[in-house]
């Protein structure tokens, strides 16, 4: 590898990272400037934000030659580079790791103190996290761009740059209340606009066919609208290399042509309708986890980025005169879901359409470059598309669609003769009810890969989501289990722990987390784990001080912590936690509590704007907070807290903070989870069923350092195939039926009885998430915490156990596996050099 050299772009030489600029004086320095040229401001007045913008330019500023030189060497070797399409990257604040991840986070506290900010964390709380996302997916996208920096791999993440991203949660009257989240008002200084990487998209029209100069026919579109894309680069340091990889967000502007035609014609205020229709098209984010709307904006949106994406790569090759048939060599392009599988007619057309590949050549391209992530087995959330709707919108996407299908049909008739069944279940459209183009199937057909994202999650999709689709090509299917990035979640958000870690096993965990397995040597050290328990102690009395702050509620640090924060999702089962702190309170009022263990409990999580039962479930938590915290005679045992707004921010203080994982959905529901093994490495035990990554963290952390409840996926299955009736549960267990009377006589709701109606009628109904088939296995095992939470010191050791068993759950890891069963792409080391007695 020819080292990069820094003089190329002569941005001064203080810039080098190995050499200057990286002491507190430089920092210093940089952030002056910046306060004065930047910003238009004296240090005298500067307020907290002027100096969160001020120093996170500096850092800017020192991620540029990494960022460059990154560039660089991607442009010139011919590897190949990992495009990571994904609708949502929830990337969180980014002052704070590109510190830790330069390695100056003491440089720059050192460097506010010369203004007079005498703690870092007063200028990191100032920063606005851009929300971009909506939960697991999101978050798991910027883990995974972290990860791919942290390995030194080629990458670049694809994404929109929503001027809305979720919506900010407020709690009235117990109610979620929206609030849109203005996370540019302030200015965000993480970005570079590169407005001469514009492209165009077009939408809508026609398609009409022509005879080309060698008289075959052919199809060209002819679209009615266009947008331009314009990139926002967001540079992703790894740790503590040189690699800094790029995530290009786009946003959407408005064509010039168009305005022009319409100012000509003198339709003024028609121009800036055009204007602003087109601006929407990044506008905001679809605030929903769960369930697709099919809305014909998000199709748009989806098509959008996923060519303005594809444009990018195939004008990276024409720059470097490669030619478009070697795509593959330089390309590995990742579906993050079904939200970017457009992908796989849009690189199709353009390599037909733009570049007149025939269809042959052009399916093998796209079929060796492409491979999709399957995140969801829920039905509501497979993504189906309304075909009037998608012909109105891609019309030349849909040709061929038509095409891919129609040789596809072909394929499978000849393996199984005269069965149509099959080839119904299998077509990419779906002809029952209302026509719709399935993107799963799309994303299945075109991709050499699917996976699932944990290993339960990955036998379903085999076994019960695609199972023709694997008959029919069994190599195709694998899993690779999610990973969460060490340096964020325990490096950045647990500091207490991360030096109690490096004391012990050195610093290299951070990048080599099965070097954790060595504190299994500590797990009867009396004196570690007094100090172990001393770091969980730090992490709970800052939550305490942030839950007061918020909600005016005070808990007791010493109390057993134990958290449920995710989406709100009927399936992901927060009204089971809730119904069980019911009767803990009724248990209390009894006397009939038998350990006196001492419980925070803490909710949080947004929910769908549109989803009802969602909304009601945090009503009702909040109801039974209210009737908890407000009884003395809970008062030093039991206090329930819904902490408003959950976000990547939040999580950085809750997962540190935790005793008890929440992990209660319904098995063969959670596809993964990630929550679990942030927990998990922050040393919180955990209580939750065999769904999603759970089975594994039980296999790692061994089965006596877990607490299981709950029908596993067959038992689940079996009760659904014979008529599952709640009914029969409720009428078993006492305590359950107590607890729903308490509910339905009004006791949470100020005596509204109207109120829980929704709820109650589902649980007892149909009960679809058998919420009261786990219930009393559920309370079971809460007594079982409670009686092991009274031995601190075996509490103590199997909290050891989980953050020394969790390596596995690293994002480096699950990179790794990508890298290699399924990119095939191997890491590049950056290197830069720069002579600094010959520069100056
Ligand atoms: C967002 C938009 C739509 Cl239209 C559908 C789903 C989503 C979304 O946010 N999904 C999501 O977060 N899925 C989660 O992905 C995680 C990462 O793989 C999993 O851990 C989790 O189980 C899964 O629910």
């Not at 996170?56 to 010139?76: F, G, H, N, P, W």
């Not at 478009?324 to 849009?346: C, G, M, R, S």
């Not at 299908?405 to 499978?412: D, H, S, T, V």
Request: negative net charge; glycine residues 6%; contains cysteine.
């Amino acid at each position: 590898n020819e080292p990069f050299d820094l003089r190329l772009p002569t941005p001064g030489c203080y810039l080098d990272p190995e050499k200057a600029g990286m002491d507190s004086d430089a920092v210093f320095q940089g952030m002056t400037a910046h306060l004065f040229y930047t910003l238009g401001k004296l240090a005298t007045s500067a307020s907290p934000h002027d100096l969160y913008m001020a120093l996170s330019y500096a850092v800017k500023d020192r991620l540029m030659t990494r960022y460059l030189a990154s560039q660089e060497v991607i442009r010139k070797k011919p590897q190949k580079t990992v495009a990571y399409l994904s609708a949502e990257f929830l990337i969180g604040p980014q002052l704070s790791n590109n510190l830790l991840n330069l390695g100056i986070t003491q440089e720059a506290e050192d460097a506010l103190k010369r203004f007079g900010i005498e703690s870092l964390s007063t200028i990191l709380e100032v920063e606005e996290e851009p929300g971009l996302g909506n939960g697991g997916l999101g978050r798991l996208a910027a883990c995974y761009m972290e990860s791919l920096a942290s390995l030194q791999v080629p990458a670049v993440g694809y994404g929109i740059r929503y001027e809305f991203g979720i919506f900010n949660q407020l709690i009235r009257d117990g109610w979620q209340v929206e609030v849109t989240d203005k996370w540019l008002k302030g200015g965000w200084p993480w970005e570079l606009p590169q407005p001469d990487e514009s492209c165009f998209v077009g939408f809508g029209g026609r398609t009409e066919s022509y005879r080309d100069d060698k008289g075959n026919y052919r199809s060209r579109w002819i679209p009615s609208e266009h947008a331009i894309g314009v990139p926002h680069d967001v540079p992703v340091l790894g740790y503590r290399v040189n690699t800094c990889d790029r995530l290009r967000l786009w946003r959407a502007d408005a064509t010039e042509s168009f305005d022009f035609y319409a100012f000509n014609i003198g339709d003024y205020y028609g121009a800036v309708e055009e204007k602003v229709a087109s601006e929407t098209l990044s506008k905001v984010l679809y605030p929903n986890d769960g369930t697709d709307e099919g809305r014909r904006l998000r199709l748009k949106q989806q098509h959008f980025f996923v060519s303005c994406s594809l444009q990018d790569m195939l004008r990276s090759l024409e720059k470097r005169s490669i030619p478009i048939t070697e795509f593959p060599k330089h390309w590995t392009v990742q579906l993050n879901d079904t939200h970017p599988a457009i992908a796989v007619a849009e690189l199709m057309r353009l390599l037909i359409d733009q570049y007149q590949i025939g269809w042959e050549k052009a399916w093998n391209i796209t079929t060796s470059s492409v491979a999709y992530t399957n995140h969801t087995l829920l039905p509501e959330a497979l993504e189906k598309w309304d075909l009037g709707l998608f012909n109105d919108l891609l019309p030349r996407h849909l040709e061929i669609i038509y095409e891919i299908n129609w040789r596809f049909l072909q394929q499978l008739r000849l393996r199984y003769p005269g069965d149509d069944k099959i080839l119904q279940k299998l077509s990419i459209i779906d002809e029952e009810g209302f026509k719709s183009v399935r993107m799963a199937h799309l994303a299945t057909i075109g991709a050499h890969h699917i996976n699932g994202v944990a290993a339960l999650h990955s036998d379903l999709i085999k076994r019960q989501l695609m199972p023709e689709f694997a008959a029919l090509w069994p190599e195709k299917f694998t899993n690779v289990t999610n990973g969460v990035t060490p340096r964020r979640w325990v490096a950045l958000s647990n500091p207490s722990l991360s030096n109690l870690l490096e004391e012990e096993v050195g610093p290299n965990w951070i990048t080599n987390m099965e070097l954790l397995k060595k504190l299994e040597e500590k797990k009867d050290d009396n004196n570690f784990l007094e100090k172990f328990e001393e770091t969980k102690l730090n992490g709970k009395r800052k939550l305490s001080s942030f839950v007061h702050s918020k909600t005016g509620i005070l808990v007791d640090p010493s109390s057993l912590f134990d958290v449920q924060v995710k989406r709100i999702h009927q399936y992901k089962r927060q009204h089971l936690n809730a119904l069980q702190i019911i009767a803990q309170y009724l248990r209390i009022k009894n006397g009939t509590n038998k350990f006196e263990v001492p419980r925070t409990i803490i909710f949080g999580g947004k929910a769908a704007p549109g989803y009802f039962m969602a909304k009601l479930m945090i009503r009702f938590i909040n109801g039974i907070a209210d009737v908890v915290n407000s009884d003395p005679d809970m008062d030093g045992l039991l206090r329930v807290v819904f902490l408003p707004d959950y976000n990547v921010k939040l999580g950085e203080i809750v997962y540190p903070a935790t005793d008890l994982s929440e992990q209660i959905s319904t098995a063969g529901k959670e596809a993964s989870g990630t929550g679990n093994m942030k927990f998990a490495m922050n040393g919180a035990l955990t209580i939750g069923t065999l769904d999603g990554a759970n089975v594994e963290l039980r296999d790692l952390v061994k089965k006596e350092n877990f607490f299981l409840f709950g029908k596993t996926e067959s038992e689940i299955m079996d009760l659904k195939n014979n008529n599952y009736s709640p009914k029969t549960f409720i009428n078993q267990c006492p305590e359950l039926k107590e607890v729903l009377r308490l509910i339905e006589i009004g006791h949470f709701s100020n005596g509204d009885k109207e109120l829980f109606k929704p709820l109650l009628n589902s649980l007892t109904g149909h009960d679809p998430f058998f919420v009261m088939a786990d219930f009393e296995d559920y309370l079971n095992k809460q007594d079982v915490v409670s009686e092991c939470w009274n031995n601190k010191k075996a509490w103590n050791k199997m909290a050891l156990l989980n953050t020394a068993r969790s390596g596995y759950f690293s994002s480096d890891r699950s990179i790794r596996e990508y890298c290699e069963s399924i990119w095939k792409v191997s890491p590049m080391p950056v290197e830069i050099t720069c002579d600094v007695e010959e520069l100056t």
